[in-house]
């Protein structure tokens, strides 16, 4: 009995020594993804504290959190086992915020001017329903099919998609959601953000107002090595500077979403391990520098905020769209971008259409070919601020295919030769979703 008892203490041990070393370091980031996620499904989607964490939060670790929402408050905390409690809160306009304790929630805040698309137009030059539209040329029994097989059934937890939308020559020919989602649903997209924050130094540089062939202007930078980082560096994840993206542990980007206070210094503060456009690296970190960069652009931090949404997001009428902020106010460029998947499908058609709008040029040719042509270190995969398929990773896709891809398989794939956009939302990355399959079923219902 004794030896079984020793037996028992040193296992016990063991487990403290495991916790204490392993496991306790990660709980504040367990607890702020948690604190995070429930507060912005709950009041930007209206989602219940349940269907958040079956769905949303229902991932290794971060479903040990305990959360609570307050409605009054408006903000949602969590905890692990009673522990490192975290706090995000909601702000109208800005969205939710996850804070830490030297947060003062009583000091205004400026919030960006929203205009809303009012027009007679349907789907997708305005925000009234699509207009039924048949193509002697779409299989639509094949295309049904290739669609709801990627839906689960009830019970079930594979695939776990939550949207599919399908457009075809600007028409949507199939569009379909899980149960709980419809067309107002507003789904995160996560690293889908990354593409619309790459968009707006497009737009910049077709007003002349920057060069992203120019080094990036970033003062603290001025006098080192990492003078030669141009903005198109930065764009096509090539600088050369240190990033850690891991997000299995405690690194480089889960610090700087869970426990930094300002995002765009979380990348600026970091060291050249290589020279420019030799090694190419994701980096969340990066895109909130260039987030960061733009901010500085403007006189002011409401021109700042306005211009995000006046210049792209409600200029074609994506006007669901939020992208939440940080403590110090800077849009979360790398990650935090919410809408309707019908919204998401409208960024996908504005390039498509190469940056015109219904007529309206918002960037121009040179853009399109810089955001689509493979960095030199990407082995071909990656571009500006966009995926590729150049190398052919989905194999049954066209290779001149570009798509915006978020964590958990968010999905706008832009089909130029095919006139289509797919645009696939749900809570499984390639890992585990067949994207491939996915793909070729939808282009098989096109007749030659």
């Known amino acids: 009995m004794k030896k079984i008892f020793q037996f028992l203490g040193l296992a016990l041990l063991l487990f403290l020594i495991y916790f204490g070393y392993i496991t306790y370091p990660k709980l504040d980031l367990i607890s702020g993804f948690s604190a995070k996620s429930m507060a912005s499904g709950h009041f930007i989607d209206s989602r219940s504290q349940e269907m958040i964490e079956q769905g949303d939060n229902d991932i290794p670790k971060i479903n040990w959190a305990t ?174 500077l240190e990033w850690e993206e891991d997000y299995t542990k405690i690194c480089d980007a889960t610090l700087m979403l869970f426990a930094t206070e300002d995002m765009s210094q979380s990348q600026l503060v970091k060291p050249a391990q290589f020279k420019p456009n030799t090694h190419w690296n994701y980096s969340s970190g990066t895109t909130n520098l260039l987030s960061g960069i733009l901010r500085k652009q403007f006189k002011t931090h409401q021109e700042y905020l306005d211009f995000w949404y006046a210049a792209l997001i409600d200029k074609i009428g994506m006007n669901s769209m939020i992208v939440e902020t940080d403590m110090a106010g800077n849009y979360a460029g790398s990650s935090y971008g919410w809408a309707t998947t019908r919204d998401w499908a409208k960024f996908g058609l504005l390039y498509l259409h190469k940056g015109n709008w219904n007529g309206t040029p918002l960037f121009d040719e040179k853009w399109m070919q810089f955001v689509t042509t493979p960095t030199p270190t990407s082995n071909g995969k990656y571009g500006g601020q966009f995926w590729l398929n150049v190398a052919g990773k989905y194999p049954s896709a066209p290779k001149n295919m570009f798509y915006c891809s978020g964590y958990q398989g968010q999905k706008i794939f832009i089909l130029p030769s095919q006139d289509m956009v797919i645009v696939r939302m749900g809570l499984t990355d390639d890992n585990q979703f067949d994207f491939n399959g996915f793909l070729k079923g939808i282009l098989g219902s096109l007749k030659e």
């Open 67 to 240: 959360n609570k929402i307050d409605e009054n408050g408006k903000f949602a905390t969590s905890t692990v086992y009673g522990l490192k409690e975290r706090k995000a809160i909601y702000r109208e306009g800005l969205g939710v915020t996850l804070i830490n304790d030297d947060f003062d929630i009583t000091k205004p805040y400026k919030v960006p001017k929203r205009t809303k698309l009012i027009n007679n137009l349907p789907f997708p030059y305005g925000n009234n329903e699509p207009k039924d539209t048949l193509f002697s040329n779409i299989d639509y029994a094949k295309l049904e099919k290739a669609v709801a097989n990627v839906f689960d059934k009830k019970g079930v937890k594979k695939n776990r998609t939550r949207a599919v939308l399908v457009i075809y020559k600007d028409k949507i020919i199939a569009e379909k959601y899980d149960t709980g989602f419809n067309k107002d649903s507003k789904i995160l997209g996560w690293s889908m953000t990354k593409s619309v924050t790459a968009t707006l130094f497009g737009i910049l540089q077709k007003q002349g107002k920057l060069d992203i062939n120019k080094p990036a202007p970033v003062t603290e930078w001025a006098k080192d090595e990492r003078a030669k980082i141009t903005l198109a560096n930065l764009l096509n994840m090539n600088s050369g």
